[in-house]
């Protein structure tokens, strides 16, 4: 069962993200603060809830949250500053998108640089412990997944409708036939054998 509150404060935001593995499109995050009373039943982690699930809460979540936001940072700030800074700088800039300034921050996972001056704490699974970061979970995922199903009826050889952009057998062979788009992040691995040296 989720808690609503990690703190006793009454404006506490949740954050997470979505897309830090992939090797095509956005690293996505959302920020949300829940009302005091807020109460739902299928709310979890978005990786433990089906894509239905998920587009069924994404609605309720913005109708009844206190206050929400997200964003995208795109393929190249990843190239340029990295996965997590640009992890970090999405959950930066999806808390400054909404309407009201949060007293405390709570975070999925374990890494986190300070916003402005308010106290944040990471904590771990948090998106399966906590109502507020299990809803931004779902709204990070949801705003990518409409994001990749956007970009996939440009380069559909990819199949970014299904696989979102991770390293999938399918994405991988792809690559290997028609190369790496606009979208790809140049800083990843595209493909396994990148690693091997040419002696």
Request: glycine share 6%.
């Amino acid at each position: 069962m989720l808690k609503l509150k990690y703190t006793k404060h009454k404006l506490e935001c949740g954050t997470d993200e979505a897309g830090r593995g992939c090797l095509a499109g956005p690293v996505t995050a959302a920020a949300v603060i829940l009302k005091p009373r807020f109460k739902n039943a299928i709310l979890n982690d978005s990786k433990q809830i089906s894509e239905k699930k998920r587009d069924l809460l994404r609605p309720i979540i913005e109708e009844q949250a206190l206050c929400f936001g997200f964003s995208h940072v795109y393929e190249d700030t990843i190239d340029e500053i990295n996965i997590l800074n640009a992890s970090i700088l999405a959950m930066h800039n999806a808390i400054k998108a909404m309407t009201k300034t949060p007293e405390f921050i709570i975070v999925d996972g374990n890494r986190f640089k300070p916003y402005t001056d308010i106290p944040s704490e990471t904590i771990i699974k948090g998106d399966g412990k906590y109502m507020s970061i299990a809803a931004a979970s779902v709204l990070a995922k949801t705003y990518r997944d409409e994001y990749m199903n956007k970009i996939h009826e440009e380069f559909p050889m990819y199949n970014w409708k299904q696989n979102k952009g991770y390293p999938t057998k399918q994405h991988r062979e792809a690559i290997r036939k028609y190369g790496a788009t606009k979208y790809h992040r140049k800083s990843f691995r595209l493909l396994p054998e990148q690693l091997k040296l040419e002696l």
